[in-house]
Each structure stands twice: as C-alpha cells, then as structure tokens.
C-alpha cells in the first residue's frame, strides 16, 4: 500500500472475485498515474502483526487470484495497462484454498495475463514465491528490486525435499539462482531497480522515484505498441525462457 499511495492517485480499491469473498492478500484497484489510467493488482502483507494476520501474511486464497483477474479482464476491456506488485512467500496451501480450487485459479490466471491484450508491468518488491508470485507476473515488462528473491520454491522448502535436510537451505539457494542479479543474466528479469544497502526501507522515497521513473519509461514505450503486438512478444518472451543452448553446437541450433 505504500508503494500504491506513493505513486498514485485517484486510487479506487475493488474488492471481491463476485465468486466466493473478498481477499484481504491481494489488492486490486483502479488509479491514475501521472495524469494516465492504470489498474494495479498486487499482494498485499501488512506492517505489523495484526495486518500481517489479517492479511495471511500476503498469502492469497483462490479468490484473490480471482479477484486480480477480474480487476486485468477490466484493464483489458478499457484498455489500459496492468501495473502488478509482487511480494508474497506463496499462495496459501491450506486445505480451504486447495477446496476452493487454488491450483486452477493460479493456471488460470497464468493462461490469461499471457495473452492479456494490453500492457503489463510487473514490479517484484520483496519475495516473489513460486505459483503465488507468478499468477500476476507474467508481464511484458518484469522489474525487480535489488535485494528482492524470485523462485520456485523457498531454499529451505528444496533442502527439504531434495536431500531431506533444511539446514542445506543456503547451498539450495545458489542453486536456485533467486537473486535479482542472476535473474537478470537468465532473462527471467528485464531490469534490476536500484536500492539502498540492505533494503528500500532503509530510504523507501529513493526507492519509489526508482520505481516511478522505470514505470514511466516503460508504459511510455508500451503504450505505442498495439494489442496483437503485445501478446505476440509477450508470448516469445517466455516461450524463450530455460531454453538449452549445447556447447559446441552448430551456430543457429539449439535445444
């Protein structure tokens, strides 16, 4: 919510997936910013312990997935682009979301922001934590903070699995390649936003102007580009993404 007060106005909140309830993890709105309409979506934590629990800690339920594709399909409609936050550990995988249809509502949401037919801009500003994250990240464009973590499962969560010890966490994390720098050099990341040593809250108006400037140079080209263009790029974009390339191949072939 910081980051929506500070660089937006006229900001409208919507609530409910008009299915189930309304998801206090997951923000969904229309606003302006810089004088220009957009929607924003995005996970929603909390400041302090009342908040975090109210919030499930960021954690989103079925419905707010739901909710944040009811708020893209209204961007979509007027045209206008998608600015989405992502900060969260995961969708929450309790038994009630899972009867609700948590693992649908994530492929759902993937499926759909992929051929979305307008802009999306998405800003990774914490944690960006496996299906949970990515049910609003697939963007033209994917911003991240530089001290930010994106991956598929938590390091302690792969230690765990992988060799059945959670005290390898750190060994899993170079793994996992989860830094913004190594996301950055995997194409997973378009740009790295700068922030102050050890974290945005150390100067959190450094960090926003950083977020305004990269949001404004990047709606400002994706505006030009028409609908059919953005889903066409959008879709290369990640179909390119873990694709092999063999050592010593002849030029022009991979796999």
């Not at 995005?42 to 079925?62: C, L, S």
């Not at 063999?246 to 022009?252: I, L, Q, V, Y």
């Amino acid at each position: 919510m910081d980051y929506v007060a500070a660089l937006f106005t006229d900001v409208l909140e919507l609530h409910g997936d008009r299915r189930f309830r309304d998801d206090p993890a997951m923000f969904a709105g229309m606003a302006r910013f810089e004088g220009q309409p957009v929607v924003i979506i995005g996970h929603n934590k909390g400041k302090d312990t009342k908040e975090n629990i109210a919030r499930n800690f960021g954690m989103p339920y079925p419905e707010g997935y739901r909710k944040a594709l009811r708020a893209m399909k209204l961007a979509e409609k007027f045209t206008v682009p998608v600015v989405a936050f992502v900060d969260t550990p995961g969708a929450f995988p309790g038994d009630a979301a899972e009867e609700r249809g948590q693992a649908e509502a994530i492929a759902r949401n993937i499926q759909e922001m992929s051929r979305l037919r307008t802009a999306a801009i998405v800003v990774i500003t914490g944690e960006g934590g496996s299906g949970g994250a990515l049910a609003i990240a697939v963007g033209d464009v994917v911003l991240m903070l530089q001290y930010a973590v994106y991956t598929v499962i938590t390091p302690e969560g792969c230690a765990a699995i992988l060799w059945h010890d959670a005290t390898r966490a750190p060994e899993a994390a170079a793994a996992l390649r989860l830094t913004a720098k190594d996301l950055q050099a995997l194409g997973v990341v378009d740009e790295v936003l700068t922030e102050p040593f050890a974290g945005a809250h150390r100067d959190s108006d450094a960090v926003f102007a950083e977020v305004r400037d990269a949001l404004r140079r990047h709606l400002g080209v994706l505006r030009q580009v028409s609908p059919e263009e953005l889903v066409n790029r959008r879709y290369a974009k990640f179909r390119q993404l873990g694709v092999l390339h063999e050592t010593g191949a002849p030029a022009g072939q991979s796999r």
